[in-house]
């Protein structure tokens, strides 16, 4: 059974950090892709930051030079390292693992979430 559990979402004021924290289970994890979006109320869930399994990133216009997104393979653990924390920040943040086979077919699994609030 695949598991992605997320944690590290909370409350934190302006100009904070945060780390969130994926622990991936059931999946080899360094064939997957890791990705965090966030999802604000009303609104679609769009891509934060993206690791695919070469090591390459990227990451959304809105977050470059404040996020950070990492992993630890012996702990089958994606990170996202958040710092410089804005109000608009302020979603529920999921983890993405996504793997696509040369025949096309696609393997895509998420967490359940975790809520990240930046307000004063």
């Known amino acids: 059974q695949v598991q992605l559990v997320e944690s590290g979402g909370g409350l934190v004021q302006p100009g904070g950090s945060l780390r969130l924290s994926c622990a991936v289970r059931?999946?080899?994890?360094?064939?997957?892709?890791m990705a965090w979006y966030r999802q604000a109320p009303g609104n679609q869930r769009d891509l934060v930051a993206g690791?695919?399994?070469?090591?390459?990133?990227n990451y959304a216009d809105s977050v470059k030079g404040r996020f950070t997104i990492s992993k630890d393979s012996a702990k089958n653990t994606v990170y996202l390292q958040m710092t410089s924390l804005k109000p608009e920040d302020t979603a529920v943040y999921y983890c993405?693992?996504?793997?696509?086979?040369?025949?096309?077919?696609?393997?895509?699994?998420w967490g359940q979430g975790t809520q990240v609030t930046v307000s004063s």
């Open positions: 059931g999946i080899i994890f360094n064939n997957y892709a």
């Open positions: 993405d693992a996504r793997r696509t086979l040369a025949d096309g077919r696609e393997y895509a699994y």
């Open positions: 690791l695919d399994s070469g090591g390459r990133t």
